[in-house]
């Protein structure tokens, strides 16, 4: 069975600096694209950073120039580094990847989200 799990959430004060990261641990064969998401309270979930296996990203005006996503493939794992935060940027983060397994073949997974919190 394949799970995402996230980490690095926390309360910050606005300028500061947060490294969201995110493992993927299974029965994995490879994983395709990951993305960041987030969701404010009230608010749709909308992407905030992809990944390609390659190393292609692409991210959201919102937090181009502040965020950056990486990834290591022989961790499976993948990394938001978030600097000059700001209050809006306030919201659950979520792990999105494509994932190809043994067991299912290829599908989209989820992880359960990491609270960041931008506030004085």
């Known amino acids: 069975q394949v799970q995402l799990v996230e980490s690095g959430g926390g309360l910050v004060q606005p300028g500061g600096s947060l490294r969201l990261s995110c493992v993927a641990s299974?029965?994995?064969?490879?994983?395709?694209?990951m993305d960041w998401y987030r969701q404010a309270p009230g608010k749709q979930r909308e992407l905030v950073a992809a990944?390609?296996?390659?190393?292609?990203?692409h991210y959201a005006y919102f937090v181009k120039g502040r965020f950056t996503i990486s990834r290591d493939n022989a961790k499976n794992t993948m990394y938001l580094q978030m600097n000059s935060l700001k209050p809006e940027d306030t919201a659950v983060y979520y792990c999105?990847?494509?994932?190809?397994?043994?067991?299912?073949?290829?599908?989209?997974?989820w992880g359960q989200g990491t609270q960041v919190t931008v506030s004085s």
């Open positions: 999105n990847a494509d994932i190809e397994s043994d067991s299912l073949g290829a599908m989209g997974y």
């Open positions: 299974g029965t994995i064969l490879s994983i395709r694209t």
């Open positions: 990944i390609t296996s390659s190393g292609n990203t």
